[in-house]
């Protein structure tokens, strides 16, 4: 399979996860489950931009460094997505997290770690490609955020309480998928600079 097949399969999923994530999270009231949607927002469009990117790089007398642009704008796109996850997780906990219908959190949460596992699968091998690894940052970003969200929905649905996990698992992620973005920042910056001509 071609990368730009793999980045169409990829960006695919992550459409449609954003719908079920978006959906649920809303009526489930949990924030954990809105910021997964939100993060996953931000990576169909940074998978669009990546994949718009590989076919300029491939194009004759294309633009070579498209991937790596497109790698910035993703870890940007993360970066904002982080701060606001992070400013909404710190008002819940000084305020009072609302009450979280656990069930539908850890289905959806569930469905969607294994649907950002099976992109990763599909991405394969991204040494190569700031682009392509800068997807494959999100889907396993993404994966291990769902689970953690899995994780306090089956903990609130056990105690029938316990509704300001929810907001520290959002926060928690929002820290993670931050700090792997600032990572990604900087080797694309570093990536950039290196190929900039000398004057």
Known sequence: MTPEKRLGLVLVINVV???????????????????????????????????AALRMSRRPHGRPRATSYAALVNASLLLIVTMAVTVESVYRLSTGAPSIDGLPVVLVSVVAAAAMIACALILGDVEHDLGMQSVMLDSVADAAAALGVALSGALILATGGLFWLDPVFALVIAV???YHAVRLLRSVLADLREESPTR
């Open 17 to 51: 996860m954003i719908l079920g994530l978006l959906g649920v999270g809303l009526a489930a009231g949990s924030l954990g489950v809105l910021a997964s949607g939100a993060d996953y927002l931000g990576d169909a469009f940074g998978t669009g931009v990546s994949l």
């Open 176 to 178: 993670v998928i931050g």
